[in-house]
């Protein structure tokens, strides 16, 4: 059996998915388009190329090499993910999105 490991930048993914999305939100006002979005991309990757494993990769908090890359492309007025936009909404579910992920990816034995 070949195996498929798939390695997924999950900061690009989701920032992918917040504007890429209408604005979605629950009943309590928690904005969802890029968890929506999120869960969707990885399910079909599960669908599509049924892999052996998944690792998904996640920007620490503190500045990255390429927040300092494109520091002057960013503050030249770009949109940015912020708590105003209810971004970090998003954040706040990460670790329950990994364990839904998890609970699956066990059922479906994928690593």
């Not at 968890?35 to 669908?47: A, Q, V």
Request: hydrophobic content about 40%.
């Amino acid at each position: 059996m070949n195996k498929t490991l798939f390695i997924i930048d999950g900061n690009s993914i989701i920032n992918r998915a917040f504007y890429a999305l209408p604005e979605m939100s629950n009943k309590e006002g928690l904005k969802t388009n890029a968890i929506y979005g999120f869960t969707n991309m990885l399910l079909k990757i599960i669908d599509t190329y049924n892999p052996t494993h998944i690792s998904v990769a996640f920007d620490r908090k503190a500045p990255t090499f390429r927040q300092e890359l494109f520091y002057y492309r960013l503050s030249l007025g770009s949109k940015r993910m912020t708590n105003d936009n209810g971004f970090c909404t998003v954040w706040a579910c990460r670790n329950n999105i990994n364990w839904a992920f998890n609970q699956l990816l066990n059922t479906l034995h994928i690593r």
